[in-house]
């Protein structure tokens, strides 16, 4: 018998592999839903891929996916990115004039400057960028 923690990750993995899974968080309208469940799924990745070891779920495309170096790169730009894109969102859904609305469109851009060159040399805002360059020991981004 499974036990509790191991059914989580099952219902998880499930759920995450569901193909209206992002369409449908994104119907919604709620970015941070989805930031949310990356940053989650990015967190237990180890775990998953134990869980799909031992129950022999070795049939799962992501177990392929999850020992694959340059999807795991994908993942953690992915959810760091979305994380930055929902504190924009966020910002840009006050009530407020074109002026702010520019003024926070603005920041972003230069935001994202920013980000081109500390990727190319210190990881700082990406987290889980940083992590995977950690655990693979010469992850490029």
Partial sequence: MMSMCLYCIALFIEQFSAVNWLNEQCNEGCNKN????????FAIRKEITE?????GKIEYDYFEKLQNEEWLCILAFLTDN???LNILN????????IGQLMSHTEAFRKKLRMFEEYLK??????KSCSEIRNELNAADF
Avoid: G, M
Wanted: hydrophobic content about 45%.
């Fill in 34 to 41: 989805v930031q949310v469940k990356l940053a989650a799924f």
């Fill in 51 to 55: 869980f799909l070891e031992t129950a």
């Fill in 82 to 84: 979305t994380k930055h």
């Fill in 90 to 97: 966020l910002n840009l859904q006050d009530k407020q004039n």
């Fill in 121 to 126: 040399s210190n990881l700082k805002f990406f």
